[in-house]
Antibody, heavy 122, light 109 residues
């Protein structure tokens, strides 16, 4: 079965950096687009970024563009999110998520990790 | 980035049907057949229930259905059950990114 396990979260000061990782298993990782989606405490879902199956295309939400970088290592079935210049408003649970594939490509998300909390605070 | 507009809350009694709307623009909901719906129970990750406007993934109950008219997509849940009480989110593709709705809390009375 599909498993997505995030790691690397925690408490970080404003302006600092953090790198999230997501270990994927149970499917052919290199065939699917992969996302990061976040959810601030008590708030709704916010799309963060997506990478195509081969890493050649990457797209970002407006609030993180220029500060966050999504990447993947298909040889290790791992997705990353490098987060720089962190702000208090980046505090959220970050979900690693798998694109549905098929005719939908990456535009629907069919599996989600359990999420990992990132807290930006001094 | 502007979120899609959903009602903050809806409610219904067991056995009834409810509809949740998701209003976007002719750049997102009205432009592409890429509207999805997600169900999220408290403390859990979201679960895909509708993709490509009206398709159900394998294993999702046929009590869930999706549709679209112009720039507004809709999720209908028929024969409401207690387990349907959750938050529901729509999303749409729009030129190289996804956008989510603000979410709707469904209460089963």
């Amino acid at each position: 079965q599909v498993q997505l396990v995030e790691s690397g979260g925690g408490v970080v000061q404003p302006g600092r950096s953090l790198r999230l990782s997501c270990a994927a298993s149970g499917f052919t990782f290199s065939n699917y687009g992969m996302h990061w989606v976040r959810q601030a405490p008590g708030k709704g879902l916010e799309w963060v970024a997506v990478t195509s199956y081969d890493g050649s295309n990457k797209y970002y939400g407006e609030s993180v563009k220029g500060r966050f970088t999504i990447s993947r290592d298909n040889s290790k079935n791992t997705l990353f999110l490098q987060m720089n210049s962190l702000r208090a408003e980046d505090t959220a649970v970050y979900y690693c998520a798998k694109g549905f594939g098929g005719s939908s490509g990456w535009v629907a998300i069919d599996h989600w990790g359990q999420g990992i909390l990132v807290t930006v605070s001094s | 980035q502007s979120a899609l507009t959903q009602p903050a809350s809806v409610s219904g009694s067991p056995g009834q049907s409810i509809t949740i709307s998701c209003t976007g623009t002719n750049s997102d909901v009205g432009a592409y057949n890429y509207v999805s719906w997600y169900q999220q129970h408290p403390g859990k990750a979201p679960n895909l229930i509708i993709y490509d406007v009206s398709n159900r993934p394998s294993g999702v109950s046929n009590r869930f259905s999706g549709s679209r008219s112009g720039n507004t997509a809709s999720l209908t849940i028929s024969r409401l059950q207690a387990e349907d009480e959750a938050d529901y989110y729509c999303s749409s593709y729009t030129t190289t990114r996804l956008v989510f709705g603000g979410g709707t809390k469904l209460t089963v009375l």
